[in-house]
């Protein structure tokens, strides 16, 4: 059964923190892939990775990095956390190759709030 | 830059009926577009994917039908039950690209 999984599901961190969400693919994945959603605009695509080591930014990567060390394994960061930051954050998963015609799977989520 | 459309952004539906979810998209040249499920706090449940050279796919009570020329797709959910609520995604992606571009939903409630 396909899993991704999130570190946690409720996160509250203060201004200026440096914070990390870690997201979990058991599928062998090349693909991974992380969403902000936010009530009005949707899901917005912040960064993905096709392969480990590498990354491409998406359509709103200012004020996050990410890092994927392992092909399992990517993690969002958060290098000076900002109100405005305070959203639902998704990852998801595929399975590579050019086309982009493979389904993307979920994880359920954490939800930050900066204070 | 695609845009993809979901009207209306909430709908409201007596059990046991047929109902209809609209997408629409501005660039037709698409490789596929998927229907998600969310349920309220959680992560999207994949409910269907169509590729550009399909006009439908089904499963179980859903089926989901894709027109490239016009830039529409319909999610049609037969006798509807109280699970169904939730609110229901589409997202295509583009050609040269693997991202997702998502609507911003429908918020179906089915009302026992």
């Known amino acids: 059964d396909v899993k991704v999984t999130q570190s946690s599901r409720y996160l509250v961190k203060r201004t200026g923190e440096k914070v990390f969400l870690e997201c979990v693919q058991d599928?062998?994945?090349?693909?991974m892939f992380w969403y902000r959603q936010d009530p009005g605009l949707g899901l917005r695509l912040i960064y993905f990775s096709y392969d480990v080591k590498m990354k491409e930014k998406g359509d709103i990567p200012e004020g996050y990095s990410v890092s994927r060390e392992k092909k399992e394994r990517f993690s969002l960061i958060l290098e000076s956390a900002s109100t405005n930051q305070t959203s639902m954050y998704l990852c998801a998963s595929s399975l590579g190759g050019a086309g982009g015609v493979y389904e993307q799977y979920f994880g359920p989520g954490t939800r930050l709030t900066v204070t | 830059k695609q845009e993809v459309t979901q009207i209306p952004a909430a709908l409201s539906v007596p059990e046991g009926e047929n109902l209809v979810l609209n997408c629409s998209f501005t660039d037709s040249a698409i490789y596929n577009l998927q229907w998600f499920r969310q349920d309220p706090g959680k992560g999207l449940t994949s409910l269907l994917l169509i590729q550009s050279s399909q006009r439908e796919q089904t499963s179980g009570r859903l089926n989901a039908s894709l027109d490239k020329s016009s830039g529409r797709s319909t999610l049609y959910i037969a006798a509807s039950q109280p699970g169904d609520s939730a609110t229901y995604l589409c997202a295509a992606v583009g050609v040269g690209n693997e991202k997702l571009t998502f609507g911003t939903g429908t918020r179906l409630t089915i009302i026992p």
């Open positions: 599928m062998d994945h090349e693909n």
